[in-house]
């Protein structure tokens, strides 16, 4: 064997375990760093997380963002392969995202905004996955970053905007269903006046915790079963409206009810059951949308 050849061979079996090495250190260095960020975070964001986890459960609009951190979790989890292949070439542009996060932080405690306060965490942590990973690390977390969003209260200043909005639309879609089965009605905004009684479209009513819960899941359901990104904001979209009739459809039984059979039954356990039972169905509907986007996919692509 030539001599060349040894010694080309004698640096190629010293350099991989080098390599090899030095690619270790650099995990483990990525990991201990890590985990002294999180202690960090954990240490600066107890309050605000306590807070948010408290509304998760005492405000039931929002009851759903308990699964949001699992979902982004069991992403991250999905990737685990894909990020230990991704090089480690940290970004020192991740230092801006990083001091626009603590001073998004800084504006929502002494401006008493929890919304910005919350989402300061998510600027801060896309901060830092830059600024120790790099570019290519952040892309590949973008979606589980991005999909945080959804645990995060809408502010009440535009919660309030799009629920007086439902109510109206509700109430209006109810009443104008409920003709068409013999019940006479006379529509004031949001309540709807029956023979037998008041029927009014309160807040609560206005289908903005189902819509909130069905996006979610929609998005939730899209990564599982749609592989492309415009099919799975489709889905989002579709769920929209899906929602905004199943309210309706909820107010109407609920109208029916009043009508043909007792007023107190109505507003009481058939109100309530009827949320679980219109919600299931609203489920429902999403996947058969889904499965009519297949179809047309497939039939398209066969024609």
């Known amino acids: 064997m030539p001599a060349d050849s040894i010694s080309q061979k004698i640096v190629q079996e010293i350099e991989v375990p080098a390599l090899a090495a030095t690619r270790l250190g650099g995990r483990t260095r990525f990991a201990a760093g890590a985990f ?55 970004a020192w542009s991740g230092i801006g995202l990083v001091l626009l996060g603590l001073l998004t932080l800084l504006l929502g405690i002494y401006g008493a905004e929890l919304f910005l306060s919350r989402i300061s965490l998510l600027f801060l942590l896309a901060g830092l996955v830059l600024w120790f990973g790099g570019w290519g690390f952040l892309k590949e977390l973008r979606f589980p970053l991005l999909v945080l969003l959804l645990a995060i209260p809408i502010p009440a200043i535009i919660l309030n905007q799009i629920t007086v909005p439902l109510q109206l639309l509700a109430s209006k879609l109810a009443s104008g269903l409920l003709p068409l089965f013999g019940v006479p009605v006379l529509r004031e905004g949001n309540v709807i006046v029956l023979p037998s009684m008041k029927l009014e479209v309160a807040e609560a009513c206005s289908g903005i915790r189902s819509l909130i819960s069905l996006i979610t899941l929609a998005v939730f359901c899209g990564y599982f079963v749609e592989k492309s990104s415009l099919r799975r904001l489709a889905l989002v979209v579709a769920s929209i409206p899906i929602a905004i009739m199943a309210n309706a459809v909820r107010i109407f039984g609920t109208g029916l009810c009043v009508q043909y059979w007792d007023p107190d039954k109505a507003e009481g356990f058939f109100h309530e059951f009827s949320g679980w039972v219109i919600f299931l169905v609203s489920l429902g509907c999403l996947f058969a949308t889904h499965r009519l986007m297949t179809s047309m996919l497939l039939r398209r692509r066969s024609a």
């Open 36 to 90: 002294l960020v999180l202690v960090l975070l954990s240490a600066i964001y107890y309050r605000v997380i306590g807070k948010l986890v408290l509304d998760w459960w005492q405000i039931t609009d929002f009851s759903h963002g308990f699964l949001v951190p699992i979902f982004s979790g069991y992403l991250i989890w999905v990737k685990r392969k894909t990020l230990l292949r991704t090089p480690i070439a940290p």
